[in-house]
């Protein structure tokens, strides 16, 4: 029974060790000499010239959302073109269904103007 989860286990092993070998050769085998440059806060190159608590346009997390939700629907499209035979005609109208309501959404968006920038 436990060896059906095998590979799973490897899977997670497998990203473990990409993700964070490259991190620790990266630590291990890098200088380490700081200094006040280095250690300062660093800030698209500039010196920062206003407080860092400033309220930001509320535009930057809606296009984030925005993202996020558009993101989601294709991370949806790929399970189900990969089974869509299995499901049949039912699978295929789902999918409609729930591509008709994202498209709903996104062009309600447009025509309130979130997709536009200054």
């Given at each position: 029974m436990l060896e059906n989860y095998f590979p799973i286990l490897l899977f997670i092993l497998v990203g473990l060790g990409v993700g964070v070998g490259p991190m620790v050769v990266g630590w291990l085998l890098g200088p380490h000499r700081p200094d006040a440059e280095k250690?300062?806060?660093?800030?698209?190159?500039f010196e920062a010239?206003?407080?860092a608590r400033m309220k930001f346009d509320v535009r930057y997390y809606l296009v984030a959302i925005l993202f996020i939700l558009f993101d989601l629907e294709?991370?949806?499209l790929f399970?189900?073109?990969v089974v869509l035979e299995?499901?049949?005609m039912f699978g295929f109208v789902s999918m409609v269904i729930f591509l008709?309501?994202?498209?709903v959404g996104f062009v309600y968006e447009w025509m309130k103007g979130a997709l536009d920038w200054e």
């Open positions: 250690m300062s806060p660093y800030e698209c190159g010239f206003e407080d294709i991370a949806f399970p189900w073109a299995e499901l049949g008709g309501i994202l498209v």
